[in-house]
């Protein structure tokens, strides 16, 4: 059980770190490239959810079981494996798309939008997305929650992000999104 407890709360500290970098990095990018467009309810409706999975997920971390199904130290170290390699690949990402960036709830261009293509980029559209899925998912395992049953509906909100966002950047971008598109898969290189 300390084995588990020492993996929980490395991670814990690691989401903080990157809720820290993400809310730096939200600021400078405001300051950079303000929004263009105001909250709808729908923004709100999602930026409440995300916030519900985000407290979720540090209030397992700190140790409270919801709807736990086993105790199996493979699912643990699976877990942990995960969400740390989510980590890096959502921060990593998050560092290449700099001031471009926006929150997935209020999806918009900016004023001097550039569209990014290189570092992680160069091979998929939405590694945000992925690396968030990814370290969602690890957190799961490595608690042990039947909330792991909700990824498919997860992953159909990432989806579902991720198709507006290319709406928009095809409209704004045009000709140059569509080769960059091609180019490259929207999650997984190679592969989808």
């Not at 929980?8 to 820290?20: I, N």
Request: glycine letters at 4%.
């Amino acid at each position: 059980m300390q084995f588990n407890n020492v993996l929980r709360y490395t991670l814990l500290f690691l989401f903080a770190v990157q809720q820290l970098y993400w809310l730096i990095g939200y600021f400078k990018a405001e300051k950079l490239k303000p929004r263009t467009k105001k909250d709808t309810l729908v923004n709100i409706i999602e930026r409440t959810l995300i916030k519900a999975v985000y407290f979720v997920i540090f209030i397992q971390l700190l140790g409270v079981n919801i709807l736990q199904f086993s105790n199996n130290n493979f699912l643990v170290l699976s877990g942990f494996i995960l969400s740390i390699i989510g980590i890096i690949i959502s921060i990593s990402a998050r560092k290449e798309i700099a001031a471009n960036w926006t929150c997935s709830d209020n999806y918009q261009i900016k004023k001097n939008h550039s569209l990014v293509t290189s570092g992680i980029y160069r091979y998929i559209r939405h590694p945000i997305y992925l690396g968030m899925g990814i370290s969602f998912l690890g957190v799961e395992l490595l608690v042990q929650s039947y909330l792991i049953f909700f990824a498919p509906l997860g992953t159909l909100m990432i989806f579902y992000w991720a198709k507006r966002e290319e709406t928009l950047l095809t409209k704004y971008f045009k000709k140059d999104y569509l080769k960059y598109k091609r180019k490259t898969k929207m999650f997984l290189p190679f592969i989808i």
